[in-house]
């Protein structure tokens, strides 16, 4: 088993340092989105435009040698425009399958919230079950299948905001942010040097190695006392007076992947406390559905998870 966990720690390790060949200074975020691709989830990104979003997950797919696809929504997107289908063939005087963009690895939703509901009950099926159906044929979608979705937390003119189900899918929402002076200096370096916006990545993996660095994961051990925090965590979120509705079991589950891919990628066979409130505000967060009056005011959502990782108590492992 530890060397299991070993080579999913030096795995994570090759990624994110191929990945930071074009990402300058966000060790902590791309460490969060390997641990996401342990634990198999789809990934929210809400961010400002320009901070890297579409190059982190063109950068991600290229690394592991995975299938990419971007997509980008917009409120005249059908349903039909990502899961593809039936067009006739003139000359063999037939119907032929058009796989659509879905039929990929790793999917950049782009500007996902500007599609119609519509559309969006066709991604949900995807994110949710791996498939898509069409004309009633229900066809399974490429192992692994990732959602990179992106959003724009400041325009919101034009876009449908995502319903609690689909939000529900996300195993996590982060923030990029905006990189140091130091940082941005360091990518004006770079872009000066190669002489051209392309960055150069190696690919340092394949569907199979990720697909057995999530075996690896499976392996890590979870203490009942952990797990008992981890609930505690999450029902506590329900009884908060600022929140209409709490998160679900999908976060607890969130919570519970999410713990043991970062503490595998952390060289460990066991998950500490510590690992579940690193992840407890990107895995809750978007999950809670807060009162009226809170609707406007901005990081409400992650105040109240900063006030329950304080209420709750954390438990003590031992031999950690």
Same mark, same amino acid.
Request: with cysteine.
């Given at each position: 088993m530890?060397?299991e966990?070993?080579?999913?720690?030096?795995w994570? #390790? /090759?990624?994110?340092?191929?990945? #930071?060949?074009?990402?300058?200074?966000?060790t902590p975020?791309?460490?969060?989105?390997?641990?996401?691709?342990?634990a198999? $989830?789809?990934?929210?990104?809400?961010?400002?435009?320009?901070?890297?979003?579409?190059?982190?997950?063109?950068?991600?797919? %290229?690394?592991l040698?995975? %299938?990419?696809?971007?997509?980008?929504?917009?409120?005249?997107?059908?349903?039909?425009?990502?899961?593809?289908?039936?067009?006739?063939?003139?000359?063999?005087?037939?119907?032929?399958?058009?796989k $659509?963009? *879905?039929?990929?690895?790793?999917?950049? @939703?782009d500007? +996902?919230?500007?599609?119609?509901?519509?559309?969006?009950?066709?991604?949900?099926e @995807?994110?949710?079950?791996?498939q898509?159906?069409?004309?009633g044929?229900?066809?399974?979608?490429?192992?692994?299948?990732?959602?990179?979705? %992106?959003?724009?937390?400041?325009e919101?003119?034009? %876009?449908?905001?995502?319903?609690?189900?689909?939000?529900?899918?996300?195993?996590?929402?982060?923030?990029?942010?905006h990189p140091?002076?130091?940082?941005?200096?360091?990518?004006?370096?770079?872009?000066?040097?190669?002489?051209?916006?392309?960055?150069? +990545?190696?690919?340092?993996?394949?569907?199979?190695?990720?697909?057995?660095?999530?075996?690896?994961? #499976?392996?890590?051990?979870?203490?009942?006392?952990?797990?008992?925090? +981890?609930? !505690?965590?999450?029902?506590e979120?329900?009884?908060?007076r600022?929140?209409?509705?709490?998160?679900s079991p999908r976060?607890s589950?969130?919570?519970?992947?999410? !713990? /043991?891919?970062?503490?595998? *990628?952390?060289? /460990?066979?066991?998950?500490?406390?510590?690992?579940?409130?690193?992840?407890?505000?990107?895995?809750?967060?978007?999950?809670?559905?807060l009162?009226?009056?809170?609707?406007?005011?901005?990081? @409400? !959502? #992650?105040?109240?998870?900063?006030?329950?990782?304080?209420?709750?108590?954390?438990?003590?492992?031992?031999? @950690?």
């Amino acid at each position: 088993m530890a060397a299991e966990i070993e080579a999913v720690s030096r795995w994570g #390790e /090759r990624l994110v340092g191929e990945v #930071e060949r074009a990402i300058v200074g966000k060790t902590p975020v791309l460490r969060k989105i390997v641990a996401s691709l342990l634990a198999g $989830g789809h990934v929210l990104l809400e961010d400002y435009p320009g901070l890297g979003k579409t190059l982190l997950a063109k950068s991600c797919a %290229t690394a592991l040698g995975l %299938t990419f696809k971007r997509i980008q929504f917009t409120p005249d997107l059908l349903p039909g425009d990502i899961t593809g289908g039936y067009v006739y063939n003139r000359a063999d005087n037939r119907f032929e399958l058009r796989k $659509g963009p *879905l039929f990929a690895n790793i999917i950049l @939703a782009d500007e +996902i919230n500007r599609a119609s509901p519509k559309t969006q009950s066709a991604l949900l099926e @995807a994110m949710q079950e791996r498939q898509v159906t069409l004309e009633g044929e229900t066809m399974k979608l490429p192992e692994p299948f990732i959602v990179l979705a %992106t959003q724009n937390p400041i325009e919101y003119e034009g %876009t449908f905001p995502l319903p609690e189900a689909q939000l529900d899918r996300f195993v996590m929402k982060l923030s990029i942010g905006h990189p140091s002076p130091d940082d941005e200096r360091e990518i004006l370096r770079r872009r000066r040097e190669r002489r051209r916006d392309e960055v150069d +990545i190696d690919r340092v993996s394949n569907a199979e190695d990720l697909l057995a660095m999530r075996r690896a994961v #499976e392996t890590v051990h979870v203490e009942p006392d952990v797990e008992r925090y +981890i609930v !505690a965590l999450v029902s506590e979120t329900r009884a908060d007076r600022r929140v209409a509705v709490g998160a679900s079991p999908r976060g607890s589950l969130a919570l519970l992947m999410l !713990a /043991r891919a970062w503490a595998a *990628l952390d060289s /460990r066979d066991y998950v500490l406390p510590d690992d579940v409130k690193l992840f407890a505000e990107p895995a809750l967060a978007h999950r809670l559905v807060l009162r009226p009056d809170l609707w406007m005011k901005q990081k @409400a !959502a #992650e105040e109240v998870i900063a006030s329950v990782l304080q209420s709750v108590p954390v438990p003590v492992v031992e031999g @950690a």
